[in-house]
């Protein structure tokens, strides 16, 4: 299992800049993809950045040019690096994780999904 905890959430005004982070503990070894999705009130969760272990990163549209996720120097810490905030991207934040691990030789991998509590961002004048 993979545990994880987000920090850095809060109150912002338009055009500021938030850091969120997120530590994962456990077999962290299995991780392939770390990452942050969202949601905003009254909508569905929404991909914001994945990042792979090999350093790819896939980021939203709505946050290209604003946003950049990165890795900690342990690979247990992702960074979601937040600038030019709008008001739109106030939202719960949840870290991800999938991992992967194939328990014996001719054994078929499992792969799984893992979330943190999420973290609230505000973008508000």
């Known amino acids: 299992q993979v545990q994880l905890v987000e920090s850095g959430g809060g109150l912002v005004q338009p055009g500021g800049s938030l850091r969120l982070s997120c530590a994962a503990s456990?077999?962290?070894?299995?991780?392939?993809?770390m990452g942050w999705y969202h949601q905003a009130p009254g909508k569905e969760i929404e991909l914001v950045a994945t990042i792979t272990s090999s350093g790819f990163a896939t980021i939203a549209d709505s946050a290209k040019g604003r946003f950049t996720i990165s890795w900690g120097s342990a690979k247990n810490m992702v960074f979601l690096q937040m600038n030019s905030l709008k008001t739109e991207d106030t939202a719960v934040y949840y870290c991800y994780a999938k991992t992967r691990f194939v328990p014996c030789v001719e054994c078929d991998a499992i792969v799984r999904e893992h979330w943190g509590q999420g973290t609230e961002v505000t973008v508000s004048p």
């Open positions: 456990g077999r962290i070894f299995t991780i392939t993809d």
